[in-house]
Nanobody, 118 residues
């Protein structure tokens, strides 16, 4: 099993920056990549960003491209989401997630709240 713990959420103003971090523990050898999803009240969970350990390839949701940057450290089993130029519509609970060989988001953290005021 893999345990994911997020940190770094909070309340900021529009235009501010915020950095989220996530640490994985447990059977981390089984992780092939990590990422972030978010869910706003009354909305479906939305893909934000991901990073693949092999090769370091990254992917972003359309709504965050150019503003958010994901980075990770395979050896430390950590992933970071740098969020710049935050907008009120970025307000959501942000979840750290990880996948293994099946390329399915098998593991999820408890989530961290990000609130952006206008």
């Amino acid at each position: 099993q893999v345990r994911l713990v997020e940190s770094g959420g909070g309340l900021v103003q529009a235009g501010d920056s915020l950095r989220l971090s996530c640490v994985a523990s447990g059977d981390t050898f089984s992780i092939d990549g990590m990422g972030w999803f978010r869910q706003a009240p009354g909305k479906l969970r939305e893909f934000v960003a991901s990073i693949q350990w092999s090769g370091g390839g990254t992917s972003y949701g359309d709504s965050v491209k150019g503003r958010f940057t994901i980075s990770g450290d395979n050896d430390e089993n950590t992933v970071t989401l740098q969020m710049n130029s935050l907008k009120p519509e970025d307000t959501a609970v942000y979840y750290c997630t990880a996948y293994g060989a099946r390329r399915i988001w098998d593991y999820w953290g408890q989530g961290t709240q990000v609130t952006v005021s206008s």
